[in-house]
């Protein structure tokens, strides 16, 4: 029974975070909308890691064919845009173009509702992007199971720190994804915390060491904090556009960490 619970569980992660075509369980109430973070908050670093897999297998696959480094990262990191529908991305660029360009509380949640892209918004993406592709390509010349496991790591409990951020902030607005999923609660929230931490400290100390793996959840901790302050000043409490954003950052900030004790390791 536990087990059955968890695979549905994991299977509603999966599809809310990514295209992969799963069947809705029989008993779902709704199939298409957000997912309870109350139930399913423990499976979200889960599905991330699952979503990282993805990503880490073209890596290690373009490497073994002989692909240049950079040209492996590109394909790794374009697998994971495709894979999620570029979901998290978008709320990256939304979040950029609200904090940046609107002069109130009201407007920059107006400006984050908005389907356009701004230059902020423009800008972000390509950052994020580069940033990704660069640290992807720098892990991959210490060797290919760094560069993999890194990644797998990074998409986990990057994804616990944007569930993090819903629960420490109210919703901004109560029209929105974020609000309709709920606050996760504190049990729920630390859970997703803890099996993200876990799984990222159980694949990277073994390849990495124990202060890579140490810097590296310290990293996006301080992400959350920073990314919790601004939103907090900038509209109020946060949206499911900012938790996209939170992910984003803590996993260029995970793959930073990484990089850098890994090559004193």
């Known amino acids: 029974m536990m087990q059955q619970r968890i695979l549905e569980d994991l299977n509603a992660a999966l599809r809310f975070y990514s295209r992969i075509p799963l069947p809705p369980p029989a008993n779902e109430p709704d199939a298409f909308g957000p997912p309870p973070l109350a139930r399913i908050g423990y499976a979200i670093p889960l599905a991330g890691s699952l979503i990282g897999a993805i990503g880490a297998v073209i890596l290690v696959a373009t490497h073994l064919l002989g692909l240049p480094p950079l040209v492996c990262a590109a394909l790794a990191v374009t697998t994971l845009v495709l894979v999620t ?50 640290l992807l390509e720098g892990l991959l010349a210490i060797g290919p199971a760094m560069a993999a496991v890194a990644l797998i790591a990074a998409e986990g409990l990057s994804r616990s720190a944007g569930i993090l951020l819903i629960e420490f902030l ?9 609000a309709a999923a709920g606050q996760p609660g504190p049990k729920a929230a630390g859970r997703a915390g803890i099996v993200g931490a876990l799984v990222a400290a159980v694949l990277l100390v073994p390849v990495a060491g124990v ?15 920073v990314m919790t302050r601004l939103s907090r000043r900038m509209i109020g409490g946060q949206t499911g556009d900012v938790a996209g954003a939170v992910q984003q950052v803590a996993e260029i900030a995970f793959l930073l960490a990484v990089l850098i004790f890994a090559r004193v390791h």
């Open 85 to 134: 529908g570029a979901f998290h991305e978008d709320g990256l660029a939304d979040t950029a173009d609200g904090f940046g360009g609107g002069a109130t509380r009201q407007r920059k949640l107006e400006i984050m509702r908005d389907s356009r892209v701004g230059s902020y918004g423009a800008c972000a993406l390509v950052l994020s992007l580069l940033l990704r592709v660069a």
């Open 211 to 225: 202060s890579a793996a140490f810097a590296a959840i310290l990293a996006v901790l301080l992400a959350l904090f």
């Open 170 to 178: 109210p919703a901004a607005r109560m029209d929105g994804a974020s």
